[in-house]
């Protein structure tokens, strides 16, 4: 499964964006340099944000501190608060990843195309504190309560098919995995979830590792979904299977209307990538 994740990844690592298109900035990365004193870090992450341009000759990976740093002209590579970037011994695809990326940044810096680094920084940075981890556990909980697969149309044929082929499995792997009853509805009302279903779920979060839950919560808000984020981080479904899940009513729209260019693939591929960036992340070898 991971190296499907990984797989999936490949696309953004060899391909570049042509000078001339806008530059997304990724959700970690948006601390903005500082020069004033008590502002944020300067680091690798924050002063390339802020030229946008490369600035450093090589890349490299070296052991530290028991586990795996990269390094820009060898000087580790930084989050965006100032810790270095430490990659547990059991990721060395997490941190090979992370070097492709930013070997793979030529002459203007793309930081939509660092989506490891952004998410590793994320699990470092902010779900190491235990205050983050149950303030961020809560807002996926409340996320999970109005659940995308939870809703379920009656019509059209294609949409209930589609909702029958993706969401239906997961739904049903929810119940069975964990012992809980999970609500849908057919209208537009938000339907009531049990409490000990909201309980269990909870006590699921609080057991994930900081890189888990940083896995969980792109994945979710990637995936409209907390169910299939869960399925993912879980391992019951590959990059591919929760891609597909995520894009079930857009697919219904292609099939009645056809294909947007260069609005559909284009979203379809950006939550490969996400969800893909993810997966990569659980790796443990």
């Known amino acids: ?30 601390r903005t340099y500082a020069t004033i004193p008590d502002g944020p870090a300067v680091t690798a992450t924050n002063r390339a944000e802020a030229t946008l341009k490369r600035f450093w000759k090589t890349v490299d990976i070296e052991k530290q501190d028991g586990g795996y ?3 820009l002209d060898k000087r580790p590579l930084k989050t965006p608060s100032g810790k270095r970037l430490i990659v547990p011994p059991e990721k060395r695809l997490v941190a090979a990843l992370i070097a492709s990326e930013w070997e793979n940044q ?19 940075d902010a779900f190491e504190d235990k205050a983050t981890h149950a303030e961020v556990r809560a807002q ?22 589609l909702q029958e082929t993706h969401w239906k499995p997961i739904l049903d792997w929810a119940r069975s995995t964990f012992n809980v ?10 339907p009531s979830q049990p409490p000990q279903t909201l309980k269990k779920f909870e006590e699921v979060l609080s057991k994930f590792s900081p890189w888990e839950l940083a896995a969980m919560e792109r994945a979710t808000y990637t995936s409209k979904s907390f169910l299939i984020a869960l ?19 857009v697919n219904s729209q292609i099939e009645r209307w056809g294909e947007v260019e260069d609005s559909h693939d284009v979203d379809y591929h950006d939550i ?14």
């Open 1 to 30: 499964m991971f190296r499907h994740a990984a797989r999936s990844l490949a696309p953004l690592i060899r391909h570049t964006v042509p000078r001339n298109l806008p530059v997304r900035r990724a959700i970690c990365l948006s």
């Open 69 to 71: 740093v990269v390094t």
């Open 106 to 124: 030529k002459t203007l810096l793309k930081p939509h195309a660092l989506p490891m680094t952004s998410l590793a920084s994320r699990a470092l």
């Open 140 to 161: 996926l909980i409340k996320y999970f309560e109005t659940d995308t697969i939870c809703y379920h149309a009656d019509s059209p044929e294609v949409l209930v098919k």
């Open 181 to 190: 009853d999970v609500a849908v509805t057919d209208s537009f009302l938000v």
């Open 231 to 249: 399925a993912l981080v879980m391992r019951h479904l590959d990059v591919d299977q929760a891609a597909q899940a995520a894009h079930v009513e």
């Open 272 to 285: 490969r990538r996400q969800l893909g960036s993810a997966s990569c992340l659980l790796a443990d070898y």
